[in-house]
């Protein structure tokens, strides 16, 4: 008789939990579905966009639809915009820098987190001192540094102030990984006559392999639209990277803003299909080393 007044006592209780939770359910629906809706429009609308004439885009209708498909924009923004020579340029620079961010960034990592040393945590902190500083800041000492090594108007001009500001980052990252893992592994690899340098390639680069696939993505999306330094230290037309096509379509008298939005559209290709591809390495990695196990 006791159980079941208790019982009957006990269904409100569970009615109210299983009414907020699906309130608290359809309020986080609704938020995710807002931010999908945000996130998403300005693609689209940027894909809409590259396909319309001047005269459709000027009309001050933004949300309507091209009445022909002006695919066109999209000759133009690869024939005049030098789209290809652009793109071999930022693909080279951009690949430079992830080998390079992961060389350096993976071995400070492993010195900073693995290594019994008093000066470990002071280079850290400097670490995460260069996580603060804007890049726009030393445009002026970088500009006069490079002149004196006789390097302004290279690649080499952007691919080490390159280095420099992603190198932080990736280093934060890949020590909180290096972190977690368990000292029985070297141990283990000491006993059987490993050294250092064994240890180091033959154990923790296979281990953090997620955490350095983060590394990449974020290198490749924070270097590929780059303007700022590109700008300021590139100078010949066969050097310039993927953000100058924009400029090929503005001239003294007239904007093709339908090439110029086709261009957007080309250059934004290649990081949204490599974001898409291995947005779930960029999770796994950020949290792999949160709970050390």
Not at 18 to 31: A, E, G, M
Not at 190 to 206: E, N, Q, S, Y
Request: hydrophobic fraction near 55%; glycine fraction near 6%.
């Amino acid at each position: 008789m006791l159980n079941a007044r208790e019982a009957a006592s006990a269904k409100p209780a569970i009615i109210r939990r299983r009414k907020s939770f699906s309130i608290v359910k359809t309020l986080v629906l609704l938020l995710l579905s807002v931010l999908v809706v945000t996130q998403l429009y300005p693609l689209v609308w940027l894909a809409i966009y590259s396909l319309k004439t001047n005269e459709e885009i000027l009309s001050g209708r933004f949300f309507a639809l091209p009445h022909v498909l002006q695919w066109k924009n999209f000759t133009d923004a690869i024939d005049a915009g030098h789209y290809f020579q652009y793109l071999k340029n930022s693909v080279f620079v951009t690949v430079v820098t992830m080998v390079c961010v992961l060389f350096l960034s993976s071995l400070a990592a492993y010195a900073i987190t693995r290594f019994k040393w008093k000066y470990g945590n002071v280079v850290m902190v400097i670490f995460l001192i260069g996580m603060m500083i804007p890049m726009q800041a030393t445009l002026l000492p970088l500009m006069i540094i490079f002149k004196h090594m006789h390097i302004l108007n290279t690649h080499l001009a952007l691919i080490l102030p390159y280095i420099a500001f992603q190198t932080p980052v990736a280093v934060f990252i890949l020590s909180g990984f290096m972190r977690s893992i368990p000292a029985e592994i070297e141990e283990s690899a000491v006993v059987d006559g490993a050294g250092v340098f064994k240890i180091f390639t033959g154990i923790m680069l296979p281990i953090s392999v997620p955490p350095m696939m983060t590394v990449c993505i974020l290198t490749f999306i924070n270097i590929w639209n780059e303007y700022i330094l590109a700008a300021t230290f590139i100078s010949s037309e066969r050097l310039k990277t993927l953000p100058f096509g924009v400029n090929s379509f503005v001239s003294q008298y007239s904007v093709n803003y339908g090439a110029i939005g086709a261009f957007l559209v080309l250059g934004a290709l290649p990081v949204i299909i490599i974001y898409f591809l291995l947005a779930d390495k960029i999770t796994k990695g950020m949290v792999a080393g949160a709970v050390k196990g």
